[in-house]
């Protein structure tokens, strides 16, 4: 069945992702993260076909490996809210072979990434299908959003547009400041640019159809665009709907969260965190269910030998008191 999906999200600090986490998750790797001082490893997870780093001609050599591209990316941006990579997710085609949707993601990243001067990590996911399932091949896209001057350094996001009076001259606001506006260095987070792009992997998809002989198609438009009275599907990830679930991806106004569950324990509020940090979304069910289970594993706390010894000293010594005033209630009486 042809299916058309391609959306795009970023990967933030604002929301507790880290660009080294999210590349690990995609390829598949053990990748350690020089800003958080720990390692994000998903070498158990399963799909992963292939994955690949492709470079533009004046990005630094060195960056073909995926751990120094990030660690380069992490320490490039200082903010605590830093905006670190767009992050892409593209359906394949179920009619054609794994060589050719392998060969078709390539060429498209290439004339169309690359060329415009953009880092491309890439990866191929073919998770395994439930009984009856649909296969779901895709695949991960994840690309720095600073770009990389031809000199190979990082150079700048936005740049500042100063507004102008009649005669020419920067106009200031009330406290004095120059009035600006930042504008970005690159069209590669614009509406249009994404619009541009997902027009051209259906085409893409659609010239290879051809080749094939094959009658099916594929829209990048709404079927309201389309003027198709037609209610929209929502493209799910991998092994949906099954017990243990491998991936599912949710498509609302052209973005995605992952939901990933690799081992059917219950993940740890350690787990959690790391999986937030590769850009998944967490319920808070499963957090929930792992706060509880932790709580539940910790052991009861035993008093020390100390505490028992001294809290016999305070019974031993509250004893005679006792008997005395006992003793001295029979006189009385």
Not at 9 to 29: D, H, L, P
Not at 182 to 197: I, K, M, N
Not at 262 to 268: E, L
Request: glycine fraction near 6%.
């Amino acid at each position: 069945m042809a299916l058309f999906h391609l959306s795009v999200t970023q990967t933030k600090r604002s929301a507790g992702q880290s660009a080294i986490a999210s590349a690990a998750y995609r390829a598949g790797e053990r990748l350690y993260s020089e800003y958080y001082g720990e390692y994000s490893d998903y070498t158990r997870k399963g799909g992963v076909i292939c994955s690949d780093i492709l470079l533009p001609s004046h990005a630094p050599p060195e960056y073909a490996d995926r751990q120094t591209l990030w660690n380069a990316v992490e320490k490039a941006e200082r903010g605590k809210n830093a905006q670190l990579a767009y992050s892409f997710d593209i359906a394949l085609q179920n009619e054609f072979s794994l060589e050719e949707n392998i060969a078709l993601a390539r060429q498209f990243l290439l004339e169309n990434f690359v060329s415009r001067g953009m880092v491309v990590d890439f990866a191929v996911h073919q998770p395994d299908r439930e009984d009856g399932g649909i296969p779901n091949p895709h695949f991960h896209v994840l690309c720095p959003i600073r770009p990389i001057e031809q000199d190979g350094k990082w150079g700048l996001k936005q740049r500042r547009v100063y507004e102008l009076d009649e005669d020419g001259n920067r106009i200031r606001d009330q406290n004095g400041e120059f009035v600006f506006n930042a504008v970005p260095t690159t069209d590669w987070g614009s509406p249009e640019t994404l619009e541009y792009w997902r027009q051209t992997w259906a085409e893409l998809c659609n010239a290879k159809f051809a080749e094939k002989e094959l009658d099916v198609r594929i829209d990048h438009r709404s079927y309201e665009r389309q003027g198709v009275e037609l209610l929209p599907t929502v493209h799910e990830g991998a092994t949906v709907r099954a017990k243990h679930v491998e991936d599912t991806i949710e498509q609302n106004d052209n973005n995605f969260d992952g939901i990933i569950n690799n081992t059917p324990q219950t993940p740890t509020v350690a787990d959690l965190e790391q999986r937030a940090k590769a850009g998944e979304a967490i319920s808070v069910t499963d957090l929930a269910k792992a706060v509880k289970a932790e709580k539940r594993e910790q052991p009861q706390k035993k008093p020390s030998i100390l505490k028992k010894l001294d809290e016999y000293k305070k019974q031993a010594a509250q004893q005679p008191k006792d008997k005395q005033k006992e003793h001295k209630k029979d006189l009385e009486v």
